[in-house]
């Protein structure tokens, strides 16, 4: 059998419904991409995956009773990093985990498993720092709205904890560099697309699109946090370990005056 490339349209169950496929087919020689990055290969005949969504369930549950809890969420984790040929170890990770009888998911001797769980904790890492660096400005239509520029999909992992944090409130969390955003209406978490303006400004409060007492707040904020900010105890090293200057053009205490 010719060695296939597989084409899947991007999504989680898009890239099981693609392992599916390799079992069923018993495919031997195979890669898996997603269709928005993806590169022809000499010598590989180009399959398109079409989600399915009752296959990618079956994948999913037999991975989850193959695998610790702990193994399931670094398997996905390891996915929403989208790093260039993360399908492929998955792929091979998820077979191995299927060859075995017992859990394997600290078997870091093979090396797809030590390399998933090290993806995992960079996602896991960019995870807590979006929980954390996250800053919401109040619109003119009483909405909260922050952007984010994160380094790995992490927009999945972050909705539970603004739903719950901040379960009294609209907001929209947009990642513009994905280009979709979360919003909550008071009720339910919903996936959106947006279209803004050429050449929109995202690290601006601008009043065109933001409430009078959003410049006010800011204000505040900015005032409290340098008072805190004691000279003499400035640690730049630790504090940029801490909260590196990637997220600063997001941080409202971080812009001038």
Do not use: C
Not at 11 to 31: I, N, P, R
């Amino acid at each position: 059998m010719q060695a296939k490339n597989l084409i899947y349209d991007g999504t989680f169950d898009g890239f099981l419904s693609a392992v599916f496929y390799v079992f069923e087919h018993k495919l031997k020689t195979v890669t898996i991409q997603n269709e928005f990055t993806v590169q022809h290969r000499l010598f590989l005949e180009n399959e398109t995956i079409h989600t399915d969504e009752l296959k990618a369930n079956r994948v999913w549950k037999g991975i989850k009773s193959r695998l610790s809890s702990n193994g399931s969420y670094q398997l996905y984790y390891a996915f929403l990093s989208e790093d260039s040929g993360v399908e492929d170890l998955l792929l091979e990770y998820i077979q191995y985990v299927f060859s075995q009888r017992k859990k394997v998911d600290k078997d870091y001797t093979h090396p797809s498993i030590l390399k998933i769980a090290q993806i995992a904790k960079s996602v896991g890492r960019e995870k807590h720092r979006m929980e954390a660096f996250v800053r919401f400005r109040l619109t003119k239509d009483a909405i909260y709205f922050a952007s984010i520029e994160p380094d790995f999909n992490v927009l999945p992992l972050i909705e539970k904890h603004f739903k719950r944090r901040y379960a009294d409130q609209k907001w929209v969390i947009y990642d513009i560099k994905r280009g979709y955003g979360l919003f909550y209406d008071l009720n339910k978490v919903e996936l959106i697309n947006m279209d803004f303006p050429e050449n929109f400004n995202f690290t601006k409060t601008d009043n065109a699109f933001f409430a009078e007492q959003e410049f006010e707040f800011q204000k505040l904020w900015q005032d409290y946090f340098k008072s805190t900010n004691i000279e003499s105890r400035k640690n730049m090293k630790l504090h940029i370990r801490h909260v590196p200057k990637r997220y600063w053009k997001y941080l409202s205490e971080k812009q001038p005056n």
